[in-house]
């Protein structure tokens, strides 16, 4: 800039441009130290800065009639600024689009081939750039980048249409044949740019390697959430041979071992986990996935771990996640952030924790149970720490059903003390909700979204009480609960069967189906503690009850035979005896699998303990003569 | 009203652009004695209301959109647009660490010093950014994305500290069915900016002293469960309140919003949508309808327990929702929900603790009660009946006379009975407004010496309000006039020939509001081209109510036309309607455009719809005779003094001579006017058929004169005409060309057998040769008027020739047949051929036009 110009024609002209040159220069070397040097807001901001330099270039070049021999500088800029602006917002927009489109529409402009008026699409446009280019070698290059970062707006916006055409202009191939995006990645060789041309802030080839890369990832994802394992198993593997950071090695050999894990060879899914976890980041969907892993073969002690990790490790990598990127458009800008049904999506820590909980619980190891559900508790009431979210996300449960779940948790791990408390918190939290009168199940149902469970919530909660009670021996309490839930159970109305079925949405049904267990659960609880007072006859009404309302369950049954057994009616008792030797268990088995957790634990508790023998015993004893 | 004179003190006047503040982003906020103010520049104020002066002035790099104060940890943070929030530590020995820029030559003491915040103190930034609200240890912001508003939570970043990346919580897309305007990254201002609050439930811990409208209230239970659900309730978790510029409000519950960093949270499960107000949502907030004293019983704990119970939404034209929670008839807990009707548009809105709402349009204050039934407040009515504690079936805003607020805040700490208001207007002026609305108002007859002195301080601070008011007034005023005047001056540019009509009630009834006066103006496009439909123009004016024997006088401008030709003749056919579907529609929704400043786009619909009820009233048509003007006779005019002649003349007369010696107007029409012959065209009338006609009225003339007072009958220069007994004139058209007109006597030969029949000749001439026709075209329409009521009489013609009759009908008939033909080759012809047939054509017509015929 310090260079003298002689008072010549062409002097002042030539020295413009290199003024421009120069200003794109040493905006590009300033961007990369930045890049490399600095973090947080003021990186964001002095990366503002740059962009605003790069922007007031762009328009001090634009504002000027475009120009063959100052078009690679002007498009060079525009690149740059894209490549800048893309980073810096983490994701293309339609500002992009419009970028490209300005500076593929100066190109035509030196090429008298833009019509007055004429809108043409990209797609159009570029079709048009690239057969007229062959008439401006020296842009070549530059256009190559461009179509690059073209490439890389189609790819996260999923114009594939779009994307596998430019790539077939690009690479001279008009035929049909080559429709594999992958292939034509590949194939496709940006020319090397000269070593004096203008500074760029990143260049074609390395804009392919990481297109190629989030094209196989992005494809290898799809087809895994679709089910056609075999073609996801290649395009994942494509991936992996392909250039990415390890974060993105993690997260592709992750999918991998999930790939392997649903084809059924958990040996090579673990292996490739365990190359993840090699790979040094901790990261959440892989320890997710290592629990899946783990529980499908079986082994509770390393899944339980795995998730145990993982909560540990989600409170933790959120801290330290802001790493700054160290290459402006990664390959991480391209993939979309995974949704609940993929593969890689892990949920938060408190939906985690829960998992973690209810597996306890599931298997049985009712201490473990009980502790992760107090601590999810106290983390989601303490209210002091603001990163934890409850895990009501559907179609996981609801909050009240995660109070009911660690009520029942304590319970099973014989802390009924702690259990009462819960219920007496959910119970206090949610009793103003509750309606003052009875109504019918069908107003229940045109209310707002949530109402129809209140009243199972509450009564749940009274159930439970009552089983705490029965833990404790405090009978006359037990009974007392019992009574309270069943009195607001009755309450609610079944619909009319006949009509609506249809329409009803799986909501509506479990609510149904929730309802008509709850009933039956209750009364086989008090019939239970009726019976252990030596009140049979108001057990049998109990328990005869619990049969006609919940007709396919057998537990209710098996009391009511015991029962009948234990009065000694025999026609009654055999009457029932032959409905339970009838070979129709299947509805009962679907109809518990529906139920919310803490219901189906539950029925284990109220479970008679042999029903076998019980019903060998019956058949001798009928056999014997009366 | 007398109970609710509001006691308006002004406090400080700020810099305020030409036309005034505009709404949406001013904010004012009071914390003890300071007040935190910013009107919509790039400055935010700090004012000392003790000390009466501005303490400290903050310069921001762009315009501040919005301010929110964390008084207990003495924070402000404030939302620069395009730039992000900026967070100021207001510790009165620590100031953020900043530098002032005028401090080094001024006095800080005596003059406010401008700090020019430190780019250091941004701790989000964000250039997409468009609202916020801060809420214990977490920031929400509102982030405008390419088609949708996206939620996001953060930590809540201390002064000088920087919003980590990390410090994002959590992230949720708002399902917005319009994306909003503008394109991002590109520099356009929002017309309006989404609103949100924080709601928490009660019982929860939040920091007391946190000021009303600063972004937070509590709501009761029910209420709070029932519009966030059993999640929200059973967390006790607060729950960002967000009303978009859509009309959509939704909610998102906070703790639920937290999300892992890997993906944002699904919208499907975060996000209830409310309700849709359908238009921009501008306020919320949360009162407390139900009887103070009762609410206080039931919940014996203490009376600060006392949560809204009703939550309310305000849309920018007025329309407000309020829910509130209450029981069905079979006992369940349902929400309830009802909008209103407020007059827009709405600037800005606030609640008191109490069950009131303030809203400001740009004419006034209005203060509605939600508990009192939305009854005027000085009536002391009894509650309504219904369900106690339902919501009002109708709002009746009472006025408190304040106009242009453009932001309000409720000021804490005013004796009870009392609200203080902290406004700021539309022309920068800080003020309290303080409201007397104690609903044991004393009587106004119960007066005082005391209650005098009070009064009348209340007048006069009453004075400086009104003194505002009066001036928006008059802007409207102004503005109308403007628009008066300079429809008058575009009147005024051109010669235009104005017609006024009267209409007047004769009938014993009177016309009310509903009908319009209808006039239509009907040119025919061309007088000679009597196929072409000829352009209309329809007045319509609206008739405010015309009493029996009241009259109403409507001037119209009649022409010329775009092309600036005056068509004449021009028919003007009068007619009243009344339009059935407008006076229904009208007394819906009444909008009065001069109400709604702020609407431009409002269409202004008054052109009579098909339904309704129509009178023709008359019809009339003006010609070139009544337009012609007759300056040459003038003189004669002026040298009588006359009384309204000189009062604009030393200019006029100065503008004349200096114009006298140019005005020989170089244009085609003029050169035409030099060097060509005139066009002429005359008709005869026999004499003894004119005397007949004119015997009535003008016997005693000579009967050329009398003839010319006849054909200019309707025209001013008549009088002029019949006092100095003309028989020619020389007049000017309206387009300036000078028309004249000859009658003299003839004597007719070859005609009638008895010998010459004595006739007379109206010859019209003028180098304008469509002027000319014109003319030629009134007159003939004078006269068959004429000769219509003369055959009625009955009078006999003399005897005639018939031979030669006939030969000047077959001549006749010849041209006639010329013409057709020319007028056919004409439409074939190309241009120099054409050209040729035209001048033909031409000659035809003037032989036509002088016919050796006599109207017997």
Known sequence: ?????????????????????????????????????????????????????????????????????????????????????????????????QDIQQALKRVLETQERLGPGLELGLRELWDTVLHASCLLPDLLPVLHLLAGLQAAFWLSTEHLGDLVSLLQTLNGTQSRASEDLLLLLKTWSPPAAESSALLILQDARSLRDILLTASAFRQGLQELITGSLPKALSSLQEAASSMCSRSVLVQVYTALGNCLRKMGKPQRALLYLIAALKEGSVWGPLLLEASRLYRQQGDTTAELESLELLTEALSVTQAHSSKAPQVFIEVELLLTQPDPASPLHCGTQSQIKHLLASRCLQMGRAEDAAEHYLDLLALLLDGSEPRFSPPSCPPGPCMPEVFLEAALALIQASRAQDALTVCEELLSRTSFLLPKMPRLWEDVRRGTKEMPHCPLWVSAAHLLQGQAWVQLRTQKEAVSEF???????????????????????????????????????????????????????????????????????????????????????????????????????????????????????????????????????????????? | MAGSEPRVHYLAGFSCPLGGLTSGKPRVLCHEEEVFLSTGSEFVYVYDQEGGLLTAVYQFPDQVWHLQLLALRRALYVLCARRGIYCLSLEPRRRWSSSQTSEDNKDSEASSPVITVDPEACVLPDTTLCAFTVHDDVLVALVQGPAQWKMQLFERPRPGEDCQPGGLVGEVELSTSTPPAGPPGKATVPCFLPVLCCVSPPGSKVPLGHPQGCGGFMLEKALFGLLFGADATLLESPVILCGLPDGQLCCVVLKALVTSQSAPGDPKALVKILHHLEEPVVFMGALKTEPQAEAAVESVLSCEDVYSDCLVALGHHGRTLAIKASWDKSGNLVPELREYCLPGPVLCAACSGGSRMYHSTPSDLCVVDLALGGIPLNSEQPQPDGVPGGLPPLLCPASLSICSVLTLSVLPNTPAGDTELLALSTKGCLMTCRLELSSEMPGPTRMTTENTGQKIKELLSGIGDV?????????????????????????????????????????????????????????????????????AVTYTIPVDRLGPGSQREVTLPLGPSESGVLDLPVTVSCTLFYSLKEVVGGALTPSDPLEDPFLEEQPLDLLPEQEGICLPLSRQTVDMLQCLRFPSLAPLCARTPCPLGPAADLVDTFLETCRAPSSEVAGPAALRAKYLPPSTASIRVSTELLRAALEDTHSGVPLCSATLQWLLAENAAVDIVRAQALSSVQGVAPDGTDVHLIVREVAVTDLCLAGPIQAV?????????????????????????????????????????????????????????????????????????????????????KQLRSPSLVLL
């Not at chain 1, 000027?64 to 800048?84: H, M, S, Y």
């Not at chain 2, 409207?476 to 008066?484: W, Y």
């Open chain 1, 1 to 97: 800039m310090s260079r003298q110009t002689l008072p010549g024609a062409s002097a002042p002209r030539a020295s413009c441009l290199d003024l421009w040159r120069e200003k794109n220069d040493r905006l590009v070397r300033q961007a990369k130290g930045v890049m490399a040097q600095e973090c947080g807001v003021r990186r964001q901001q002095l990366i503002q800065n740059i962009l605003q330099g790069l922007k007031e270039v762009l328009l001090s070049l634009q504002g000027l009639p475009a120009a063959v021999p100052v078009l690679p500088l002007e498009l060079t800029i525009t690149c740059n600024f894209i490549i800048l602006r893309v980073s810096l917002t983490r994701g293309f927009t339609e500002d992009q689009a």
């Open chain 2, 467 to 535: 003194s505002e008011r009066v001036s928006f007034l008059k802007k409207a005023v102004d503005q109308r006039n403007k628009a008066l005047t300079s429809l008058n001056e575009a009147m005024n540019l051109q010669d235009v020939l104005m017609a006024t009509c009267l209409l007047e009630n004769h009938s014993d009834f009177s016309l009310d509001q509903g009908w319009t006066l209808c006039i239509q103006v009907l040119t025919s496009s061309s007088a000679l081209d009597l196929d072409s439909a000829g352009s």
């Open chain 2, 761 to 845: 000749e109206i010859q019209v001439e003028s180098s304008s040769l469509a002027d000319m026709c014109r003319a030629h075209h009134a007159i003939v329409r004078r006269m068959q008027t004429m000769v219509m009521e003369q055959a009625a009489r009955g009078s006999s013609p003399p005897d005639l020739r018939v031979q030669y009759l006939r030969q000047i009908h077959a001549n006749h008939e010849a041209l006639l047949r010329e013409v057709q033909t020319l007028r056919d080759r004409l439409c074939t012809e190309d241009e120099a051929g054409s050209c040729a047939t035209a001048q033909r054509l031409l000659q035809v017509y």
């Open chain 1, 483 to 626: 009574s309270r839930c069943l009195e607001l159970l009755f309450r609610v109305m079944p619909e009319d069967k006949g009509q609506g079925a249809a329409s009803n949405c799986e909501q509506g049904c479990r609510s149904d189906m929730t309802l008509q267990h709850l009933r039956a659960a209750a009364l086989i609880s008090r019939g239970l503690e009726w019976i252990a007072s030596g009140q049979d006859t108001k057990a049998l009404q109990d328990f005869l009850l619990s049969v006609q309302i919940c007709p396919g369950h057998r537990d209710a049954s098996f009391h009511l035979l015991q029962t009948l057994k234990k009065l000694n009616r025999k026609d009654e008792a055999s009457a029932v005896w032959w409905k339970l030797k009838a070979p129709t268990q299947l509805p009962q088995e679907e109809a518990t699998r529906s139920l919310p957790l803490y219901l189906e634990a539950y029925f284990n508790w109220i479970h008679p303990p042999d029903c076998e023998t019980l019903l060998e015993e019956f058949q001798t004893s009928l056999a014997e003569p009366c």
